[in-house]
């Protein structure tokens, strides 16, 4: 999307433009242990003491005037989202809660358009749902862990890389609150992936998370080593 922008800007400063193009071009840090001072929108590039974009902190009003009219006029909801997760982080406005308000909407409707890559479904769902938890709103907290249930459970029947469902099920088995789906789909998750070691230990690692007995994490790890071993018996054998 910052590509198409660029090559519609006249490359003026006060080409509105110009603004929308400095919001796409954040870098977003869905991981909390990867960010740094400057939260979750980090630059794309750095320079010694240079960076693009300049910090969240240091943009113009102007620019964020610009995001707060494109935010609710995109017509892709990961676009507008970005627009409102920024002017969230950056607090803009009497009422900024608005905007992480927004911004979960927006990456929830991300979601539903299933139009981006994997990587960007699961950051739309686990942004909306870290907005919820930031916001401390029960209500929203249980829409973005309804839709990241939905979206683990359409990875499944569309079997599709796990790399949606297992690190959002990773997730969900951290919730403070049980999720009632939550051992039906890591069961799913075993038996559409579970031909993978590496991707059977993952969805093991989390259904060791749902059990209660030592003896029965025990059992689940043994599953994990016997998959590795059966892998690398199966590899001598073709050698």
Not at 70 to 76: E, G, I, K, M
Not at 79 to 99: I, S
Not at 121 to 132: N, V
Not at 158 to 163: H, L, M, R, V
Request: hydrophobic share 40%.
């Amino acid at each position: 999307m910052s590509s198409a922008l660029k090559t519609l800007s006249s490359k003026e400063r006060d080409d509105p433009i110009e603004a929308l193009i400095v919001g796409l071009d954040y870098h977003f840090r869905s991981y909390p242990e990867q960010r740094d001072e400057r939260g979750p929108f980090g630059p794309m590039m750095e320079f010694g003491d240079r960076v693009y974009p300049m910090p969240l902190a240091e943009l113009p009003d102007d620019v964020l005037e610009v995001w707060a009219q494109a935010a609710p006029l995109c017509p892709l909801g990961a676009v507008g989202a970005r627009y409102a997760d920024l002017l969230w982080e950056r607090r803009f406005g009497d009422e900024a809660h608005q905007w992480a308000r927004g911004a979960i909407d927006l990456y929830l409707q991300g979601v539903d358009e299933r139009f981006d890559h994997p990587h960007v479904l699961i950051e739309m769902a686990r942004r909306a749902y870290e907005l919820a938890r930031t916001l401390n709103d029960p209500g929203l907290v249980d829409v973005t862990v309804a839709k990241m249930t939905e979206l683990v459970r359409w990875s499944l029947q569309e079997g599709t890389t796990p790399g949606i469902a297992l690190p959002l099920l990773e997730v969900l088995a951290d919730q403070r609150e049980p999720v009632a789906e939550l051992g039906e789909l890591v069961e799913g998750a075993i038996e559409t992936y579970g031909n993978d070691p590496w991707h059977l230990e993952a969805a093991l690692e989390i259904k060791s998370k749902l059990v209660s007995s030592e003896e029965e994490k025990r059992s689940l790890h043994e599953t994990q080593v016997i998959a590795f071993r059966d892998r690398d018996l199966r590899g001598s054998l073709h050698t």
